[in-house]
């Protein structure tokens, strides 16, 4: 047989404002690494066994009942949809975060709260939520250097010569000339070898209508001067 008063007296230790922000902590990160992994593991476990002992321990002390187990339940359920059933709807997600939240704070306050009760029960909010802050801030920090996580980040370089560039060289440009199709001021598009070109300039406004050289080709940006001579932009072009 179980003694009655040792669960109570169990229950009055797991629903103590020192352990009950532990469980509520833990029951949260749970449930994020849950929703992160996509499939039920370690921390569903975790999540689950932590909110069974936050709200088990209230139940037995009269301050939860079975309308908060309900939406305990609720929640939890709405969360599991989101997850396997409906990833990355969101609303349902919600939802269930904010049937969960229900819960919790109707199990700190319990019936008919007094002041008492209501800062007892922010104080409890309060430390499990300093609690989850600071681990993620803990794990944000250790990513970085994690052998298992290493790869969320991405720490080598991508420059031009390593061999990466957005967009393909036009090198068959470089030192031809052209004719403005707009006003510069700096960047516009000019005629090129019978192609419209998006070119910018290298800081100098060079009006419509004038002769421009390819000096430099940068994937999709082609960066032009004044031609020594101008030449003539077609009438057709030009109306362009």
């Known amino acids: 047989m179980v003694d009655p008063a040792g669960l109570e007296v169990l229950a009055q230790v797991f629903a103590s404002p020192i352990i009950a922000p532990l469980l509520l902590a833990l ?14 593991g370690l921390g569903g476990l975790v999540s689950l066994l932590s909110f069974a002992l936050f709200f088990g321990s209230h139940f037995l002390l009269g301050m939860a009942g079975w309308q ?9 359920l ?7 059933l409906l990833p990355g709807v969101g609303v349902i997600g919600i939802l269930g975060v904010c049937l969960l939240g229900a819960a919790v704070v109707f199990a700190l306050l319990g019936a008919g709260p007094t002041g008492g009760d209501v800062a007892g029960a922010l104080g409890i909010l309060g430390a499990s939520l300093a609690l989850v802050v600071a681990v993620f801030y803990a794990w944000l920090r250790h990513l970085p250097n994690s052998h298992r996580f290493a790869g969320l980040f991405h720490t080598h370089q991508t420059d031009r010569a390593m ?7 036009r090198d068959e440009l470089l030192g031809l000339e052209g004719v403005a199709l707009t006003d510069l001021r700096p960047s516009g598009t000019a005629m090129i070898a019978g192609e419209r ?44």
């Open 163 to 169: 061999g990466y560039i957005a967009a393909p060289q």
């Open 27 to 40: 029951g949260i990160l749970g449930l994020v690494f849950e929703i992160k992994a996509g499939a039920f």
């Open 197 to 240: 070109v998006d070119v910018v300039t290298e800081g100098d406004f060079i009006a419509l209508g004038a002769a421009v050289t390819v000096v430099r080709t940068e994937g999709y940006r082609q960066v032009v001067r004044p031609a020594h001579h101008q030449l003539h932009l077609p009438a057709d072009k030009a109306d362009t």
């Open 78 to 84: 709405a969360l599991a949809v989101e997850v396997f």
């Open 68 to 76: 908060e187990i309900l939406l305990l339940g609720l929640g939890m």
